[in-house]
């Protein structure tokens, strides 16, 4: 059984089989509470709230659409004074106590978030202040503050560190980063070059996908949206690693070859047989599109746009995210995946967005040809209006509005 993203899935797990890292169960009828107005999705927000609207938020953000300002505001408004975010505060104007189980999953996924969109510099500067002082001696983090570092943990907290502008190789407690406490749960080329997601306690590590995937992003210094690399033009392969970059190579090389049979992953629940993991496929197609093997992933993106839209109406808001990222980063048009709009359906599941990018007949209706156009008038536009400076601006770093 592949180890989860976040606890929130061990209650989710029971009802929605190879669900994804930190999404809940099919949308309940009657969640436990009730769902807060700027808040993504149905399903009770308890165990997912801030991971989900967080992944929405960054899908949304990666597809060019400017989110609604009540759901930025709902995610903001969760963060506790010290830094952290819980997974879900019901009362946010209730400060947090020493008893909120406050998370390094869900504040650095809320970091990514808010560095994204931009405008939060404080809020960000202060998640990861609090992340820093939850860093283990091995230079990684487990999923609450004291707890054993885990692979995923140390990704996510690794993308929100790089979404600040901090250079995770200087991030270090007791001598080590969080490169080093990668390296360490790299599985060596005889094993696979996989990842594991934790030691067992005779200290051997098992090779996990689901960590695989993570690690492999974190290691490349990386967010959850991955990133779209120049592609390496050779077919991914293990190699004694030395370094993290080496061991996520081999990490890719490892999901490649797990991908290559049937084109998706594979988990399993206890007593149960093993069967297609949505979630962990569209996770490995982002990790190999990162390490420069888009190309290997391919079959994994066909396969997802088969497959994966009955998944992803069921998983709710952070389903479609993971599809709308894995498809960003694999080259795929998320607007046009499968006969679906990724974008729509995941934005049909929360407050209506500011602003959409327009969809592609819309934009070549803009241009028809004729000269002066409208995009042609309002690119001029921006340009005399940025100045220079703009042509060498890339996207916003955290922390600089």
Request: hydrophobic letters at 45%; proline letters at 6%.
């Amino acid at each position: 059984m592949n180890v989860r993203r976040s606890a929130a899935v061990l209650a989710a797990t029971v009802v929605v089989a190879g669900a994804a890292p930190a999404v809940a169960a099919s949308p309940s009828p009657s969640p436990s509470v009730a769902i807060p107005d700027g808040l993504f999705g149905t399903a009770d927000p308890t165990y997912d709230g801030v991971w989900r609207q967080s992944l929405a938020l960054l899908a949304q953000h990666t597809a060019a659409v400017e989110p609604a300002p009540k759901a930025v505001a709902w995610l903001s408004g969760q963060q506790c004074a010290d830094g952290s975010f819980a997974a879900f505060r019901a009362d946010p104007a209730r400060a947090c106590a020493a008893s909120t189980s406050v998370d390094t999953n869900s504040t650095a996924a809320a970091a990514q978030a808010l560095a994204a969109l931009g405008g939060h510099r404080d809020a960000v500067g202060k998640a990861v202040g609090w992340l820093k002082s939850a860093q283990n001696k091995d230079g990684g983090w487990g999923y609450t503050a004291g707890d054993a570092t885990d692979a995923n943990s140390t990704a996510v907290v690794v993308g929100a560190l790089v979404a600040a502008g901090e250079r995770p190789a200087d991030v270090r407690t007791g001598g080590h980063s969080p490169d080093d406490a990668l390296l360490k749960l790299a599985l060596p080329c005889a094993d696979g070059g996989a990842f594991a997601y934790q030691p067992d306690a005779k200290g051997a590590l098992t090779a996990n996908d689901d960590a695989t995937a993570a690690a492999v992003v974190g290691a490349l210094g990386k967010g959850l949206a991955g990133d779209t690399a120049e592609p390496a033009g050779t077919a991914p392969a293990c190699a004694d690693a030395t370094d993290a970059g080496q061991a996520a190579r081999n990490g890719a090389a490892h999901l490649a070859g797990a991908l290559a049979k049937d084109g998706h992953l594979v988990s399993a629940l206890p007593g149960a047989e093993d069967q297609p993991d949505y979630g962990n496929t569209a996770d490995a197609v982002v990790a190999l599109a990162t390490a420069g093997h888009a190309d290997r992933a391919a079959p994994a993106l066909r396969w997802l746009r088969s497959h994966a839209g009955d998944w992803a109406a069921r998983g709710g808001p952070a389903a479609w995210a993971q599809l709308v990222l894995a498809a960003h980063a694999g080259g795929a048009d998320p607007r046009a995946f499968g006969g679906r709009d990724l974008v729509e359906r995941l934005g049909a599941t929360g407050p209506a967005p500011e602003r959409q990018e327009k969809k592609k007949e819309e934009r070549a209706a803009d241009d028809d040809g004729s000269w002066p156009g409208v995009g042609w008038l309002v690119g001029v536009g921006l340009l005399v209006g940025a100045g220079a400076g703009f042509l060498l601006s890339g996207r916003r770093k955290a922390g600089r509005s």
